[in-house]
């Protein structure tokens, strides 16, 4: 017997009494492109202000945000220099404002300020509170 399932086999036997769905999810890792990976941790105002600008004029919080890299803000490719993660997020604002005239790079500008707001509010929850 094979000690792996092959394509369209289970991995219980029928007479083992185990359902078919039974397993155990262990870890889920999103897998984020070079471009996505370089959204940077911001505090929250500022990637609020950043979202607030990419709906109204897109590419312009993505270019802001590209700022605070140099700043010090982090992002999921530490293994980078930071004057690439500039360029990653100045590439990201300038596809945003060129595809904008048709929709695209909006929709594209607001999910991105979306994302920034999501890893702000993360990234603030892990972060102690400075009074």
Same mark, same amino acid.
């Given at each position: 017997? #094979?000690?792996?399932?092959? #394509? &369209?086999?289970? !991995?219980?036997?029928? &007479?083992? &009494? !185990?359902?078919?769905?039974?397993?155990? %999810?262990?870890? %889920?890792?999103?897998?984020? &492109?070079?471009?996505?990976?370089?959204?940077?941790?911001? =505090?929250?105002p500022?990637?609020?202000?950043?979202?607030f600008?990419?709906?109204? %004029? =897109? /590419?312009?919080?993505?270019?802001?945000?590209a700022?605070?890299?140099?700043? /010090?803000?982090?992002?999921?490719?530490p #293994?980078?220099?930071? +004057? +690439?993660?500039?360029?990653?997020?100045?590439?990201?604002?300038?596809?945003?404002?060129?595809?904008?005239?048709?929709?695209?790079?909006?929709?594209m500008?607001?999910?991105?300020g979306? #994302?920034?707001?999501?890893?702000?509010?993360?990234?603030?929850?892990?972060?102690?509170?400075?009074?």
């Open positions: 017997m #094979d000690p792996c399932p092959k #394509d &369209g086999e289970s !991995a219980a036997e029928p &007479g083992r &009494g !185990a359902a078919p769905s039974s397993g155990v %999810v262990v870890q %889920v890792r999103e897998k984020k &492109g070079p471009l996505r990976a370089a959204i940077p941790y911001m =505090p929250f500022v990637a609020v202000i950043c979202l600008l990419n709906t109204f %004029v =897109p /590419g312009l919080g993505t270019f802001v945000s700022f605070t890299v140099l700043c /010090g803000a982090r992002t999921d490719l #293994d980078r220099h930071m +004057c +690439c993660v500039f360029w990653l997020n100045i590439a990201a604002a300038l596809i945003q404002i060129l595809t904008a005239i048709v929709m695209v790079g909006w929709i500008s607001i999910f991105w979306m #994302d920034m707001v999501i890893l702000a509010s993360k990234y603030s929850a892990l972060t102690p509170q400075l009074l």
